[in-house]
């Protein structure tokens, strides 16, 4: 496959990068300006909100900073994820985002991004194409910034940025974290790392893993001046940068939102049912987590899934077809044999996948 090799040393596929020019060069993209606000639960809420609301057929970029905070995935269990104590003692906000993978740590040294678009099946899971106008930006600046792995954007062997999606059947949104100048001692005193996915990815800790940009600028930059050189570089001379600024009537649903579900404890923590089983496994679309009751005459009383994996459809209506099934291999996979588990979970092994339900346990 022909290629071309940018500023860093980094190479993009001539595929990629044609699409990064028609990504860019259609430029209906539109930047949403979220008014310096800080606060995760209105950012994540402003986010929500926009992909629900705003009018479809445009495409749309949102920025934000955050407060030092703690935002999980869709589908993790909130307090296996965290250090509950120090995170009370150090005022960190916990918010659950609605779009998968796993949760991160965020502070004014790190800058995130949004892209907002027509849902395609193309795009599903697709971190590089929403990616590459980032890494491209990145090896301009002199950082050798590649997209690495499942969704994550790399230097060498350090991760600068976490990519995660969400999707509806209309809209979806692919975002991100920009590792600037953030406190990455903070990451394992408030995160709780697991050790399937440390033992899995072959590091000693989640620190060892991760790095500031700042390490490969020459000169400091801050947060908000970077934030301008990816909007210049996004939105070049010769193409009108336009702006949407929420309206009075926004801020109302917005404010609604944050109020009624991203400042709730139900939705940020939620509770965790009792479990008679627990089956955890690491699969290429990431971690799965299965808790399991079973009834005393052998049927499923209550499941519930954890992970950090990617899907467009809600895993409950897995945990729905689950309930009231005798736990037992067969029955399991018949409950199973019609529902597609790639828009749950992305790309697994459906065998594999019984097995972690029902299966033997891995060694």
Known sequence: MPSLTLAGGAILSTIILNRYLRFTARFAMIYIDNEGITDPHVNLAI?????????????????????????????????????????????????????????????????????????????LNNFKQFATPITKVLNDMGVPAEMKGRNDIVVGDKKISGNAQFSSTKRMFNHGTLLLDCDLSQVTKALDVKMTKITSKGHKSARARV????????????????????????????????????????????NTLVEEKYRQWDWNYGRSPDFDIQRTRHFAAGIIDFRLKVKRGGAIENVKIYGDFFGQRPVSEIEDALVGVRYDKREIEDALQDIDLYPYFGEVDRAKFIDLIYGPDEQ
């Open 211 to 254: 790095a500031n940009i700042a390490e490969f600028l020459d000169a400091p930059l801050s947060t908000e001046a970077f934030k301008e050189k990816i909007l210049a570089s996004l939105f070049p001379d010769g193409i009108e940068r336009k702006t949407y600024r929420l309206t009075a009537e926004d801020w109302d649903s917005i």
């Open 47 to 123: 986010e929500e909100y926009c992909i629900r609301h705003l009018p479809g057929g445009e495409d749309y970029l949102l920025f934000y900073i955050n407060a030092p905070s703690i935002i999980i995935g869709r589908n993790q269990n909130t307090l296996e994820e965290i250090h509950q104590a120090y995170i009370d003692e150090h005022g960190i906000h916990v918010v659950r985002r609605i779009s998968g993978g796993g949760a991160v740590y965020h502070d004014h040294g790190n800058l995130n991004f949004s892209f907002l678009t027509d849902f395609s099946k193309d795009k």
